[in-house]
């Protein structure tokens, strides 16, 4: 079992609708719960920074974080084209920070 | 440039040939990591540096695989004997561990893409 399982789609949606994009893991020990997003052929970049549990907004992006359950969530309210990318869940423990990524959701967007 | 910088961009090389992948972190940031990221995947962490030494190597997949940072800024991914598997994205990544700061944000370069004929 990996230590962090994200289903890697394709999501396709509509513009404007919400997104949910999730992930579980099994390692008690993380502390730091991110978001990335990925473009092609480029590399990730920080979308979203939460420690421990807890929701935190930003613009139109929402990550939620239950440790008890070992879930967490990124929500992306009335989602636009350029919305389209990899996003990536990754976590980490303290100390050096290094970072578990999941395999990734591809996120389409239609106009 | 400010960012995170890898060369070379693309990289073909032969089976059993040796590889050498370079990465130059944002100044001034004392953490470096290495991923390999493959096709549809997400980035597998490979080895992490604090400064000149190897803070942790546990995801080098064998001992064909060697990084060194011998003065505290510029990194040297090394694969020897390559293998068609060894073929992916190789991402760098630095982040600011000075003064205590206790953030885990990861800036990456766009990575070297290896292809192993």
């Known amino acids: 079992q990996k230590e962090v399982e994200q289903d890697p789609g394709p999501l396709s949606v509509p513009e404007g609708a919400i997104v949910s994009l999730n992930c579980t893991y099994s390692n008690s020990a993380f502390q730091y719960f991110m978001w990335y997003r990925q473009y092609s052929r480029k590399g990730p970049e920080l979308l979203m920074y939460?420690?421990?549990?807890g929701n935190k907004e930003d613009g139109r992006f929402t990550a939620q974080v239950d440790k008890s359950s070992k879930y967490i969530s990124l929500f992306i309210r009335d989602s636009q084209p350029s919305d389209s990318a990899t996003y990536l869940c990754?976590?980490?423990?303290?100390?050096?920070?290094?970072?578990?990524f999941g395999a990734g959701t591809r996120l389409f967007v239609k106009a | 440039g400010a960012g995170v910088s890898q060369t070379p961009s693309n990289k073909v090389t032969e089976k059993g040939k040796y590889v050498e992948l370079r990465c130059d972190p944002i100044s001034g940031h004392t953490a470096l990591y290495w991923y390999r990221q493959s096709l549809g995947q997400g980035p597998e962490f490979l080895i992490y540096?604090?400064?000149?030494?190897?803070?942790?190597d546990s995801g080098l997949p064998n001992d064909r695989f060697f990084a060194v940072r011998p003065e505290g800024s510029v990194s040297t991914l090394k694969i020897q004997r390559t293998e068609r598997g060894d073929s992916a994205v190789y991402l760098c990544?630095?982040?600011?561990?000075?003064?205590?700061?206790?953030?885990?944000?990861?800036?990456f370069g766009e990575g070297s893409r290896l292809t192993v004929l």
């Open positions: 990544a630095s982040r600011d561990a000075a003064g205590g700061r206790r953030t885990g944000e990861l800036f």
């Open positions: 540096f604090q400064g000149t030494g190897a803070a942790d």
């Open positions: 990754a976590m980490s423990g303290t100390g050096g920070f290094k970072t578990i």
């Open positions: 939460t420690y421990s549990s």
